[in-house]
């Protein structure tokens, strides 16, 4: 057995069409603003790769690039700045900060209708009342896979393993709510049996960033098999999945790359729209 392939890639592509004609549609362009901070390669390359996409699609762009040594008083009054800016419909700061400065604090310094990242306190808050809102772009990206390759989620039991609140604890929450009605397991390092956990599940969703942390005793014949984490290995980029040994057993999987990240940036940009139309109608 060979476990279909999922390819974020193709989804993604299908979102950005979305897009561009939404954007077509539109008498003004919605603006991103993108703020790096630090010389990390890692959230280089990110930005760098959601700043195209932006392009692709028609999206006005406002990059800020702040040293490693910025101090928070600084930082802090740029998304005060970008926050009044009107050409301004969608803030992006990229995480993790360097040391010493307060992360929490700068993602609640954003105007709620301009978090595109969906993790101001606000929008999260919004997400546990099932009310609608700017939901976190990696959950919302996994899914719009599982519904383009028509994986049923009701009433199927669902292992998110990780807790973040990035992607796990979101997750749980979309997957738990009435219309998506998934009955969800939140696994992470104090589970006493993950095998046993995850090896009963339809879909386990790996969003932990331990390399290879789920193998193949881990996951039931037939199940489904998301993959969120990357990690930078010697042997290249990996998953939280043993991608080898799984997709021999599952029924469908993530691959990495080309999996959860394309959808993860393909949603900034759904933000990015949506961020827009409800700021300015």
């Given at each position: 057995?060979?476990?279909?392939?999922?390819?974020?890639?193709?989804?993604?592509?299908?979102?950005?069409?979305e897009?561009?004609?939404?954007?077509?549609?539109?008498?003004?362009?919605?603006?991103l603003?993108?703020?790096?901070?630090?010389?990390?390669?890692?959230?280089?390359?990110?930005?760098?790769?959601?700043?195209?996409?932006a392009?692709?699609?028609?999206?006005?762009?406002?990059?800020?690039?702040?040293?490693?040594?910025?101090?928070?008083?600084?930082?802090e009054?740029?998304?005060?700045?970008?926050?009044?800016?009107?050409?301004?419909?969608?803030?992006?700061?990229?995480?993790?900060?360097?040391?010493?400065?307060?992360?929490?604090?700068?993602v609640?310094?954003?105007?709620?209708?301009?978090?595109?990242?969906?993790l101001?306190?606000?929008?999260?808050?919004?997400?546990?009342?099932?009310?609608?809102?700017?939901?976190?772009?990696?959950?919302?990206?996994?899914?719009r896979?599982?519904?383009?390759?028509?994986?049923?989620?009701?009433?199927?039991?669902?292992?998110v393993?990780?807790?973040?609140?990035?992607?796990?604890?979101?997750?749980?929450?979309?997957l738990?709510?009435?219309?998506?009605?998934a009955?969800?397991?939140v696994?992470h390092?104090r589970?006493?049996?993950?095998?046993?956990?995850?090896?009963?599940?339809?879909?386990?969703v790996?969003?932990?960033?331990?390399?290879?942390?789920?193998?193949?005793?881990?996951?039931?014949?037939?199940?489904?098999?998301?993959?969120?984490?990357?990690?930078?290995?010697?042997?290249?980029?990996?998953?939280?999945?043993d991608?080898e040994?799984?997709?021999?057993?599952?029924?469908?999987?993530?691959?990495?790359p080309?999996?959860?990240?394309?959808?993860?940036?393909?949603?900034?940009?759904?933000?990015?729209?949506?961020?827009?139309?409800?700021?300015?109608?």
């Amino acid at each position: 057995m060979s476990a279909r392939i999922l390819d974020g890639k193709l989804i993604a592509s299908r979102v950005k069409e979305e897009v561009v004609a939404a954007v077509a549609g539109l008498d003004y362009t919605p603006g991103l603003a993108t703020v790096l901070v630090g010389d990390d390669p890692a959230s280089h390359s990110y930005v760098r790769g959601k700043r195209r996409d932006a392009e692709q699609v028609g999206i006005g762009l406002f990059h800020h690039e702040l040293s490693n040594t910025v101090e928070q008083g600084v930082l802090e009054s740029l998304i005060d700045e970008l926050n009044a800016d009107d050409d301004v419909d969608g803030i992006l700061v990229q995480l993790p900060l360097p040391d010493g400065l307060d992360a929490g604090a700068i993602v609640e310094r954003i105007d709620p209708l301009k978090d595109v990242d969906g993790l101001h306190p606000f929008n999260l808050g919004l997400l546990a009342l099932s009310r609608p809102g700017l939901r976190p772009c990696t959950p919302s990206g996994i899914m719009r896979i599982l519904s383009e390759y028509d994986i049923a989620v009701s009433g199927v039991k669902v292992v998110v393993v990780g807790r973040s609140f990035l992607v796990g604890r979101p997750l749980a929450l979309i997957l738990s709510e009435k219309g998506v009605d998934a009955t969800v397991t939140v696994a992470h390092s104090r589970t006493r049996d993950l095998v046993a956990e995850t090896a009963d599940a339809d879909i386990v969703v790996a969003a932990v960033g331990s390399p290879r942390l789920i193998t193949a005793e881990h996951v039931k014949p037939g199940a489904t098999v998301i993959d969120v984490g990357v990690s930078r290995t010697d042997d290249g980029l990996v998953g939280d999945v043993d991608f080898e040994s799984v997709v021999e057993v599952a029924g469908a999987i993530t691959p990495v790359p080309g999996g959860v990240g394309p959808m993860t940036r393909a949603m900034l940009l759904v933000n990015t729209l949506k961020a827009a139309e409800g700021r300015r109608g």
